[in-house]
C-alpha cells in the first residue's frame, strides 16, 4: 500500500522524468500475469543476484517461498493501487490545489495536506476490492511451493481422497476472509465519506 501511493503520487508529479518511470513500473507490474512474475521472482532473479541465491539455499524452503511471494505479491498490488491512487487524485476538483498554491503551499504541502488526504479517502470502494483480490491471489503462491491454503487443501485431498470436503472447506474459509476483509473495509468506508463526493451508505 505504502509503495502504490508513492508511485501513484509521483505519477501525477509535473516531473516528466518521474512520471515517466512511475508509468512504466505500473505497466510493467500490472500488465505482466501474477504467475508469471511470481515464477521470474523465484527462479530468474536469484540467478542475478549471488548472495540472495546463496541464502535461498542455506535457509529454510519456506521462508525463501513466503519472502518470494511476499514480494511479488507487494509490486504487483503496488501497481494497481498506484493507478487507483492517481485516479483518486484527478478526481480532486483543480479548484483545490490551486486555492492551497494561493494561499502560499508549496507543491509538497498541497501534495501533504491538500490533496492525498482526500484522494485517499476517495479510493477506499476500490482499495476494498482490491485487498479481497490480494487475499484470493495468494493461491498462485503454491505455484512455488508454499504451503498455503489451496496447497494445504490439495495435500488433504492427496491423504484422504476426499477432494471434494478439502476444497469445500478451502472454499468456505476463502469465503469467510474475503467478507470479513469486506466488513472491515466497508466499516472504515463509511468513517471516509467526503460530502459531495461518496454519498454514505443506509
Known sequence: RVLGNIVG??????????????????ETFRNIPLI???????FVVPEFIPWYKDWMNTVDPVYSQFLTAFICMGFFTSSRI????????ASIPRGLPNAAKALG?????TYVYVILPMAMRLIVPPLTSEAMNLVKNTAVAMTIGLPELTMRA?????????FFA??????????????????????????????????AKE
Open 9 to 26: 503520487t509521483l505519477r501525477t508529479s509535473q516531473n516528466k522524468f518521474l512520471s515517466t518511470i512511475c508509468e512504466v513500473w505500473i
Open 105 to 109: 503551499f508549496t507543491t509538497v504541502e
Open 166 to 199: 478439502a476444497y469445500l472447506w478451502a472454499t468456505i474459509l476463502y469465503i469467510v476472509i474475503a467478507l470479513v476483509v469486506n466488513r472491515v473495509m466497508t466499516l472504515i468506508e463509511s468513517r471516509c465519506v467526503i460530502p459531495g463526493f461518496i454519498d
Open 36 to 42: 508469471v512474475q511470481i515464477f521470474v521472482w523465484f
Open 154 to 162: 490439495n495435500e488433504m485431498g492427496e491423504n484422504t481422497f476426499q
Open 82 to 89: 498506484a493507478e487507483q491512487v492517481r485516479a483518486g487524485i
